[in-house]
């Protein structure tokens, strides 16, 4: 199987697509290090201010290749952790990014496609989308953040459900959870995720990164965050963003971070 990555940038947004319909957009090594690869190019780029992820064929994203984990069932144990590792460094990436990443889901994420939405900083979804963290459904368990990021915004007995079971749970649900930002109707996932990128492209973009990689920080030493915090509100205070917002609200104006 060879992942194709599409990208398109308009207006500061890039659209990134991961298409390979005929398997429902599953993962692969050439994914994990084109997607990574793409990241990392987009944060050195000063024009991209927000990226879109999105999956071909109305389906977001089935997760690791089937076919694929057989031959790696069959491994040596270094050989298949190098694999979880290459999906590890992409995940890793996502969350170091400092564009905010807007996840636009058709169709369902399963498996690792529900790592892949999780990693993103909002989630539009189109309703009669599905999640599924399917992996016990073939003796397997969890990767890609799967089981940190659901119980850090979801309550422990649903995480523990869709862990142990696999089974499918309904994007409404988890809208009326949080976890959700935008429900859509079906079809009109990636253009209401545009529009939510297109409003965060016009936003002061190093307060916005500042504020994702807090998001981001381990939250378990708060005096460390606090002063994570200081730091970062004190370094835009004498930025260029931080003096144009407070000189336009003074000026009662709307203002200008491009």
Not at 83 to 103: E, F, G, N, T
Not at 165 to 185: A, M, P
């Amino acid at each position: 199987m060879t992942a194709e990555i599409l990208t398109s940038t308009s207006d500061g947004i890039l659209t990134v697509t991961n298409s390979h319909p005929a398997t429902r957009n599953a993962l692969s090594p050439a994914f994990y290090d084109g997607f990574r690869e793409t990241l990392e190019r987009a944060a050195a780029d000063p024009a991209i201010r927000a990226i879109v992820l999105t999956g071909a064929g109305n389906f977001f994203c089935s997760g690791g290749n089937v076919s694929g984990l057989k031959e790696r069932a069959e491994a040596e144990y270094a050989d298949r952790r190098r694999s979880v590792d290459k999906l590890h460094s992409m995940i890793r990436a996502m969350r170091a990014c400092p564009r905010p990443i807007i996840a636009a889901i058709e169709g369902g994420a399963a498996g690792a496609g529900v790592s892949l939405a999780l990693a993103s900083d909002i989630v539009v979804a189109a309703r009669g989308a599905y999640f599924s963290v399917a992996y016990v459904r073939i003796g397997l368990t969890p990767d890609g953040g799967a089981t940190a990021l659901l119980s850090a915004a979801l309550p422990r007995q649903l995480v523990s459900e869709m862990v142990w079971t696999g089974d499918r749970i309904d994007v409404t649900r988890l809208h009326d959870l949080g976890l959700v930002n935008r429900l859509t109707e079906p079809g009109d996932a990636l253009s209401e995720a545009q529009a939510f990128a297109a409003r965060l492209a016009t936003g002061a973009r190093d307060a916005i990164a500042t504020g994702k990689a807090l998001i981001a920080a381990d939250h378990t030493d708060f005096d460390a965050h606090l002063d994570r915090e200081a730091d970062g509100i004190a370094t835009a205070l004498g930025s260029p963003e931080g003096r144009e917002g407070i000189t336009a609200f003074l000026e009662k104006r709307r203002p200008d971070f491009t």
